[in-house]
């Protein structure tokens, strides 16, 4: 399906009563060939903290979409509908990427990017149905480092923010350290101080959909869907042998059993 089918298909099931969100993000992602993880970045003062991108988008439908899929994209997202909230959110939160509409309540987008610019040199993104070249170049003017029209496609918008923040310093990383060992969720590959650690790739999927998660306490169900499929059945017993030979093999107990539910990784910054 192409990415304009992806998106038309993306309102068609967050707008039927009879599909759940979550389950409309799961087969919006499925149809799109991605897949669930976090993108983490790298910055002076935070070390392998999720990026955060701010969504100003009046439309409610429109911002539930984008923040639907930014976040199955591994991003860590904040929806507002005005242009008031957007400049309030910006000046209490760190953000590493703004998303901003033009046609805003309140504030229009094009303030909201020049008050931005005042303090800041995060990227920003203009999505916007205005096509005509004024507010185009009015928009580059006040510093904005893309603009994209609508109707536009979905996985694309993924793309243009992951090279927005590429080429703003900020890298990205999918690596987790753990006390003495460090885990490559892209590379599938543990090390410690000693060399390499033999975790299996369902092994390091639970530890990815954990460090996800970390600090929430995650169902043996929810762990199991995850990690090995909504469509698998197994019982609770596989997920407590692998957690088993996961704190075997990383030799550190950062992953906790909560009694009677699941689990929880504890990640200390």
């Known amino acids: 399906m192409e990415p304009y089918g992806i998106q038309a298909f993306a309102y068609a099931l967050l707008e039927s009563v009879d599909i759940d969100r979550e389950t409309a993000n799961r087969k919006i992602l499925k149809l799109s060939g991605g897949e669930q993880q976090r993108v983490v970045i790298q910055r002076k003062g935070r070390w392998n903290q999720v990026a955060n991108i701010l969504v100003v988008e009046d439309d409610k439908n429109t911002n539930n979409v984008i923040c639907d899929f930014l976040t199955d994209a591994g991003f860590d997202v904040t929806p507002v509908f005005d242009g008031e909230q957007a400049l309030n959110h910006f000046s209490n939160v760190e953000i590493d990427l703004v998303i901003l509409d033009v046609m805003l309540p309140k504030v229009d987008g094009l303030t909201v990017l020049k008050n931005i610019r005042k303090t800041s040199q995060i990227p920003v993104l203009m999505l916007t149905a205005m096509e005509d070249e004024h507010t185009q170049i009015m928009s580059f003017d006040r510093m904005a480092d893309d603009y994209v029209t609508k109707p536009f496609s979905l996985i694309l918008l993924v793309k243009r923010v992951k090279a927005l923040l590429r080429r703003s310093g900020t890298t990205e990383g999918n690596v987790l350290p753990l006390g003495d060992v460090t885990i490559d969720f892209d590379g599938y590959s543990v090390t410690n101080k000693d060399g390499p650690v033999d975790l299996?790739?369902?092994?390091?999927?639970?530890?990815?959909?954990?460090?996800?998660?970390?600090?929430?306490?995650?169902?043996?169900?929810?762990?199991?869907?995850?990690?090995?499929?909504?469509?698998?059945?197994?019982?609770?017993?596989?997920?407590?042998?692998?957690?088993?030979?996961?704190?075997?093999?990383?030799?550190?107990?950062?992953?906790?059993?909560?009694?009677?539910?699941?689990y929880k990784l504890e990640v200390k910054e």
């Open 200 to 262: 299996s790739m369902k092994e390091i999927e639970l530890v990815k959909y954990l460090y996800k998660h970390k600090g929430r306490a995650m169902s043996r169900n929810q762990i199991l869907d995850a990690v090995w499929g909504i469509d698998f059945m197994s019982s609770d017993r596989k997920i407590d042998t692998h957690v088993k030979n996961i704190r075997k093999k990383l030799g550190c107990d950062c992953i906790t059993t909560i009694r009677g539910f699941g």
